[in-house]
């Protein structure tokens, strides 16, 4: 007989199930804390974030906006500009701009001074000069600038030295009128240069005449050659120990010195008498362009020969047509070498003050001296622009082959402000190129305020004859080492 249970309800017998099931594991108690104390420190790191985007959105956002918020407002309480509606208009516009100006002026001239109210201590004539120099610094910030200068002269500017640059002045000087240029600190070069005793010996005795000689000139028509005779010299300087001189006549006749002639040597005397007659075969047509050359010397049988010193004549026709026999009496100029004659150069110059523009126009050249072996040189020019020893700019001519007679004919132009002129030079050299290795200096000459002889009466010429060319033969000279310096590439 089967036994029959009685029902139990369904909670129950859950109960009953859990109870009779074997027992499960419970979870560690140490994973259970990790997992709470990540969560923990989640959320913190979430909450900071948050507080640190509010915070700049508050800084970047907000205060700026509150600032343009309030300058708004301040600009709404102004009273507003009425816009200019014709050409009067606008001066009156102005004028009330400058107006707004002053009176903002004013404004801060009451706030300087507001102390006042509260401090009758201060004087009515010190608030009248504060006010004075605040109103006066409003001034010197509503002053114009000064001109642009032309942009030609801009370069020439530029590599002037900075005392020479010429500046503007201000319109209001009498607010600096007592403050006046000082020296203190500033390098003067010419309290460095130097004189040594032998060049200061050398110039005295070169500018002191060494004798006079006495020759005469005529030309000879039937055989076409000058006839040149030198008669006698007095007040020779003695150049041996025994306080006497044995001295000798060489003549030369330039350009060419195919002819040299020797008078005889006359011994021991300061007083020679010569009386020696020489023919240089030369046609009546190139008497103009010819020079004569006198050289005294002393002989000396076992040393090199000393020279006196030298005479040029530059024009035969000086005292007469040569149909004659005309006597000179020159001075003997001292010199320690025989001049070489380099050649002549003739160009001219022209400057327009208004544009501030000089041309130097190469026209040509002739005599120059043989740098090659074939007997003839490749000659050009080049034109330094100098400022105080320095070279500020150079320009060079094109390269004629194989002659001693140039002809150029080439325009060189400089930017030069007129205010400058006084300051610069012109250093013209003539060159002999050459194909391999450096190329040589056949002969310089110098033109400016502070050259010598017929570089300064040219210069002279051309800035007292504003626009118009002013050309002249120049004789080339020997560079020193300074003007090597110069016209170095």
């Known amino acids: 007989m089967p036994i029959t249970l009685p029902s139990i309800p369904p909670l129950r017998f859950h109960f009953i199930y859990f109870l009779f099931l074997p027992p499960v594991s419970a979870p560690s108690s140490f994973a259970e804390l990790s997992i709470t104390l990540l969560a923990v420190v989640v959320i913190v790191c979430g909450l900071a974030l948050v507080a640190v985007f509010l915070f700049l ?92 200068s032309s942009t030609r002269h801009s370069s020439f500017k530029r590599h002037l030295p900075r005392q020479m640059q010429v500046s503007s002045l201000d319109d209001d000087t009498d607010l600096y009128a007592h403050e006046q240029p000082t020296s203190i600190g500033r390098i003067k070069p010419e309290l460095y240069k130097q004189k040594s005793v032998d060049t200061e010996e050398s110039a005295k005795a070169k500018g002191k005449p060494c004798g006079t000689i006495n020759f005469s000139l005529q030309y000879d028509y039937e055989i076409e050659a000058l006839v040149v005779r030198i008669l006698k010299a007095l007040d020779l300087p003695a150049k041996d120990l025994c306080g006497s001189s044995d001295p000798y006549v060489k003549i030369y006749l330039l350009p060419d010195r195919k002819c040299k002639f020797q008078t005889r040597v006359h011994r021991k005397t300061l007083n020679p008498t010569f009386d020696e007659a020489f023919h240089f075969p030369l046609p009546y047509e190139e008497l103009a362009s010819s020079k004569l050359h006198l050289s005294v010397f002393d002989f000396d049988r076992f040393s090199r020969h000393d020279m006196i010193g030298e005479v040029i004549l530059d024009n035969l026709f000086e005292a007469s047509d040569l149909s004659r026999e005309t006597s000179l009496w020159k001075d003997i100029q001292y010199a320690t070498t025989e001049s070489v004659d380099l050649g002549e150069i003739m160009f001219s110059l022209c400057y327009l003050p208004t544009a501030g523009r000089l041309t130097l126009t190469v026209i040509k050249c002739r005599n120059l001296k043989a740098m090659d072996i074939t007997g003839y040189s490749d000659p050009y020019v080049k034109v330094s622009l100098l400022c105080d020893g320095r070279r500020l700019k150079k320009k060079k001519t094109t390269i004629k082959k194989n002659t001693l007679n140039p002809t150029y004919n080439e325009a060189i132009i400089f930017d030069i402000p007129p205010e400058n002129m006084d300051q610069v030079s012109l250093l013209i050299s003539v060159m002999d190129y050459d194909r391999v290795g450096h190329n040589e200096i056949i002969g310089v000459n110098r033109v400016g305020i502070t050259a010598e002889g017929l570089g300064r009466d040219h210069w002279n010429e051309m800035l007292a004859y504003p626009r118009k060319p002013i050309a002249h033969w120049h004789s080339l000279v020997e560079s020193k080492k300074s003007v090597k310096e110069v016209c170095a590439k």
């Open 57 to 148: 959105f508050w800084k970047l956002c907000w205060v700026p906006w509150r600032n343009k918020a309030l300058s708004s407002s301040d600009a709404g309480l102004a009273p507003p500009c009425q816009a200019p509606t014709g050409g009067g208009d606008f001066l009156k516009d102005s004028m009330a701009t400058d107006k707004l100006k002053e009176q903002s002026g004013m404004g801060f001239l009451e706030a300087a001074v507001k102390i006042s109210h509260t401090s009758p201590d201060i004087p009515a004539e010190v608030q009248r000069s504060m006010k004075q120099h605040i109103m006066r610094h409003t001034r010197i910030q509503r002053q114009s600038t000064e001109p642009a």
